[in-house]
T-cell receptor
């Protein structure tokens, strides 16, 4: 099945700054997604990353705060903009494969101070 | 709206014990169900994917069953080991979608040596 490399694995950022998270898949996936996992909670879908076009955001998430790019089938980025302590979470990217369901990156643990 | 519930929220067992984790979902019109493992602060590792036409899947000491009509799945772990300690999550595609996952809150498993 596909393997997703996600970086950085963790970061500590100042409030008001932005962080870009990258995910590289070793093979083509049909769809890519970005999730947020707040402390002690399960995963919440932020958006579906669409190749070559604007991402599709879930209710409560907006492009200005979480711009997403997917220039090709195997690469995507998520930017967390103008960060506040409430953005401290684990961010995960995921890819859907044709045969093996979903595969996930190793996660980015973000702390905003 | 698809809702996924996992019981118990936490489980502590001695090494060598067989155990069962439960997952229930409200909308039985699912395409598949997937079980994941998450180590603290990390991404998700796929354990088993059960298609809607299947009743169970096995991988090593893990066996997952699916009963769509009752909206339930179980993950059976045989001869548990301390290395099995992690959070176990089940996920199903949302109603009306075959790709947007809804996750349960997970079961935190601790296997004591």
């Amino acid at each position: 099945s596909a393997v997703i490399s996600q970086k950085p694995s963790r970061d500590i950022c100042q409030r008001g700054t932005s962080l870009t998270i990258q995910c590289q898949v070793d093979s083509q996936v049909t769809m890519m997604f970005w999730y947020r996992q707040q402390p002690g909670q399960s995963l919440t879908l932020i958006a579906t990353a669409n190749q070559g076009s604007e991402a599709t955001y879930e209710s409560g998430f907006v492009i200005d705060k979480f711009p997403i790019s997917r220039p090709n089938l195997t690469f995507s980025t998520l930017t967390v903009s103008n960060m506040s302590p409430e953005d401290s979470s684990i961010y995960l990217c995921s890819g859907k494969t044709a045969l093996h369901g979903y595969t996930f990156g190793s996660g980015t643990r973000l702390t905003v101070v | 709206k698809q809702e996924v519930t996992q019981i118990p929220a936490a489980l502590s067992v001695p090494e060598g014990e067989n155990l069962v984790l439960n997952c229930s979902f409200t909308d039985s019109a699912i395409y598949n169900l997937q079980w994941f493992r998450q180590d603290p602060g990390k991404g998700l590792t796929s354990l088993l994917l059960i298609q809607s036409s299947q009743r169970e899947q096995t991988s090593g000491r893990l066996n997952a069953s699916l009963d769509k009509s009752s909206g339930r799945s179980t993950l059976y772990i045989a001869a548990s080991q301390p290395g099995d300690s992690a959070t176990y999550l089940c996920a199903v595609p949302r109603g009306g979608s075959n790709y947007k996952l809804t996750f349960g809150k997970g079961t935190l498993l601790t296997v004591n040596p």
